[in-house]
């Protein structure tokens, strides 16, 4: 499968900037039309309007999405606006492109139309093996410690950790697989350029420099009420399965668990006091939702693994083979020493790229599980 053309992609562009995150209407209407002819029947094309009704007995409520677009046509971005957002290392993938993670497919008509990324990281090999962990913003002491632990083990053993970017256990989740330098993503409810919370912004650019924030959303549309629901969607179909930390009854952090649950993903949640109001959601999902109760990473990787996997020790060996990498990255990983380790920069030299490339290349080539980081620098996992 390959990714759409560049006159699709501008298309589909613009159209993220005319529909809603997980329009669905949208994602109907692209099964019989190009993007191209939905974009200018949305921008006021007449001829491509009365071509694109013709899908109407196929698209429910497509009259009222033309026209709640048209309405929207003052959003589409300048030439100087898409210019400054890949100055600040913003770029798209979409569906089909090599960096494009497949396993959001499985959301069917709610899959996002494409995804903005800031990062160093290749998203697809940082997603093959991760968890997602969320949890409540107001959280406790107990639930951001877990969150962290949690988030750190996950990390030691390989595991890409994905999470919202919120307060509470978002950030402690992030912040455990940081500080024991691992990949995690980030998927924000906001642009990337608009960056909510905005208490997070040095977060986020940590994380950016380890791992990857993502967004469906504009670069500079703020957040709204349903689309922290909405990006949850995302957040769970990322990962191999959903751990729920710390939630009460009314946490929007149930949502992510009902879209694991719905895509038949691992449900997990940690139990905390019986008197906790902040564990009531998710002493629910363990009895009304056969959630697995779990209590570590040990736990979370059991039921996350594959049957007949080793699950005591760290993930060894490449998650992709290694022909399937492109010249580059290959070039990259030849550059990368058995024994020993190897600073970037040198990597950069031996590998003849930028020291830009090299980085992308090492964490696109950590998160596949080639190589990992050590006190000496990279070294390739050959011989582990």
């Known amino acids: 499968m390959t990714g759409p053309d560049e006159p699709q992609r501008r298309a589909l562009a613009a159209?993220?900037?005319?529909?809603?995150?997980?329009?669905?209407?949208?994602?109907?209407?692209?099964?019989?039309?190009?993007?191209s002819e939905v974009l200018a029947a949305a921008t006021g094309d007449e001829a491509a309007r009365r071509a694109v009704m013709a899908a109407r007995p196929q698209v429910p409520g497509l009259p009222r999405a033309l026209e709640r677009w048209h309405k929207r046509a003052g959003l589409l971005p300048t030439k100087a606006q898409l210019a400054g957002w890949e100055g600040e290392g913003l770029r798209l993938t979409f569906p089909g492109d090599p960096e494009w993670p497949?396993?959001?497919?499985?959301?069917?008509?709610?899959?996002?139309?494409?995804?903005?990324?800031?990062?160093?990281?290749?998203?697809?090999?940082?997603?093959l093996s991760s968890v997602s962990v969320v949890g409540s913003r107001a959280a406790s002491s107990y639930g951001e410690h877990v969150g962290r632990e949690l988030g750190a083990s996950l990390a030691e053993r390989g595991f890409t950790v994905v999470s919202g970017g919120a307060y509470g256990i978002d950030a402690a989740a992030h912040g455990g697989a940081l500080a024991a330098a691992g990949l995690t993503v980030a998927v924000l409810a906001s642009g990337l350029s608009y960056g909510y919370p905005l208490g997070h912004s040095r977060l986020f650019d940590t994380i950016a420099d380890q791992g990857a924030i993502v967004s469906e959303c504009p670069p500079n549309r703020g957040p709204t009420r349903p689309g922290f629901l909405i990006r949850n969607r995302i957040v769970a179909a990322l990962s191999r399965g959903t751990v729920v930390v710390e939630a009460a009854l009314r946490s929007g952090a149930l949502s992510t668990a009902k879209h694991a649950r719905e895509l038949?993903?691992?449900?997990?949640?940690?139990?905390g006091r019986v008197t906790s109001e902040e564990s009531a959601g998710c002493h629910e999902l363990i009895r009304e939702w056969a959630a697995m109760l779990v209590t570590g990473a040990t736990d979370v990787i059991e039921h996350v693994s594959p049957i007949g996997t080793e699950l005591t020790g760290p993930r060894v060996g490449p998650a992709v083979p290694r022909d399937q990498l492109d010249p580059v990255s290959a070039a990259v990983l030849e550059a990368v020493p058995?024994?020993?380790?190897?600073?970037?920069?040198?990597?950069?030299?031996?590998?003849g790229v930028d020291l830009d490339t090299a980085l992308r290349c090492l964490g696109l080539l950590a998160a596949a599980g080639f190589i990992k980081r050590t006190d000496q620098g990279w070294r390739s996992t050959r011989g582990t």
């Open 15 to 35: 159209l993220s900037f005319l529909a809603d995150p997980g329009d669905r209407a949208l994602s109907a209407l692209l099964r019989h039309r190009t993007a």
């Open 102 to 127: 497949t396993q959001l497919d499985d959301l069917g008509d709610a899959s996002p139309l494409l995804l903005w990324v800031r990062g160093r990281v290749d998203l697809r090999y940082a997603c």
């Open 264 to 271: 038949r993903r691992p449900l997990m949640a940690v139990p």
């Open 338 to 351: 058995v024994r020993g380790g190897r600073g970037p920069a040198s990597v950069a030299v031996l590998a």
